[in-house]
């Protein structure tokens, strides 16, 4: 089941990408190549189960692909901190496992049948069960975090899950609407996104002895770049081919959900466009106005590049949370992520 890391990291990074994005990857695998291999062995032994649907959905899950991006961060701020014992590789196994469990449970909520190109577990073995395999891997990413018996990390990872939980709850109570707000917008993917990339990144920071400016600053970076990786997706959900997302184009809005470039456009729109978006909210499909329609409206506004200059701007604050660490291999590894982020294709 274990996949190769190199693979998993890169499998986004079409062609060369302007500053380093596609070293910047390279440069993610000379650091901790053996680190993700060790992560993923124990991503392996987590699907031990006595109870075959555990063990064959769990082997479906982590065999699936990702880009481990969250893990390979957390390595990689271990590395900048200097740590080098098992429990790095213990945190990156829970931040991926947690990563997953929302995925599962968001899927149930979104009625999704395809994600990454194949099946959902829903989609294959139904909502009741899926929901509990969700709940079982929210409880066994803990168990494995506490096996390292730090609180701080435990209580860190705990806050994380909340907001994720609570992020979704907002977006649920505003879904459909037409009238989200950028400010409850980016509340929204605060919680849901980026607070486990902070986690993820600070996380190394809670592992003795305690760096306090360091856990300040690689929340900082890894905040940051979590709003500058959903700011992608969403930009991904208008630009990108349906192979290379692995789910259809525009899926945000037939699900109900308004993100940066259409909140952006419709104040600027004229009653007969703003209705377009209304109807494809409301009919949560392309029956009244077509896809192609939607992106030539946005396209036609501009709103594109304005989300990706602000994907920008978080990516240059995420780098510029570092400064307080000198230079190194993991630094400029670090430095060069955001890049990465904003040139990934999927």
Request: hydrophobic share 45%.
């Amino acid at each position: 089941m274990t996949q190769n890391p190199s693979v998993a990291l890169t499998e986004s990074v079409t062609d060369p990408a302007p500053d380093g994005a596609s070293s910047g990857a390279d440069r993610f695998l000379d650091l901790i190549a053996d680190e993700l291999v060790a992560t993923e062995e124990l991503l392996t032994e987590l699907c031990e189960s006595d109870v075959p649907f555990v063990r064959d959905a769990g082997e479906y899950i982590f065999s699936g692909g990702g880009k481990r991006v969250r893990p390979a961060l957390l390595l990689l701020c271990s590395k900048l901190l200097e740590r080098n014992d098992r429990a790095q590789v213990t945190y990156a196994a829970v931040v991926e496992v947690i990563h997953n469990a929302t995925l599962i449970h968001d899927d149930i909520i979104d009625h999704a049948s395809v994600r990454r190109g194949r099946s959902t577990v829903a989609g294959l073995w139904g909502n009741s069960r899926t929901v509990l395999l969700g709940d079982w891997l929210y409880t066994k990413s803990m168990q494995m975090a506490l096996t390292e018996n730090n609180l701080e990390v435990v209580r860190r990872l705990c806050d994380a899950t909340v907001w994720m939980t609570e992020g979704e709850l907002l977006a649920l109570e505003r879904l459909g609407a037409i009238d989200l707000t950028i400010d409850e917008y980016l509340d929204i993917i605060d919680r849901k996104t980026s607070r486990l990339f902070a986690a993820a990144c600070s996380i190394p920071a809670l592992i003795p002895p305690a760096v306090e400016d360091g856990d300040r600053a690689l929340y900082a970076y890894g905040r940051d770049l979590g709003i500058c990786f959903q700011l992608v997706d969403d930009l991904l959900d208008f630009t990108a081919s349906q192979d290379d997302l692995g789910k259809p184009v525009l899926s945000d809005l037939t699900g109900g959900k308004l993100t940066l470039p259409l909140i952006l456009a419709l104040p600027r729109l004229a009653a007969d466009k703003r209705r377009w978006i209304e109807w494809a909210l409301e009919d949560r499909a392309f029956e009244r106005v077509s896809a192609e329609q939607i992106l030539e409206l946005v396209k036609r506004e501009g709103t594109l590049e304005e989300v990706r200059q602000m994907a920008e701007r978080y990516a240059t604050q995420a780098v510029e949370a570092l400064a307080v660490f000198p230079h190194s291999p993991a630094r400029e590894a670090l430095d060069v992520a955001p890049d990465f982020v904003l040139n990934r294709s999927s």
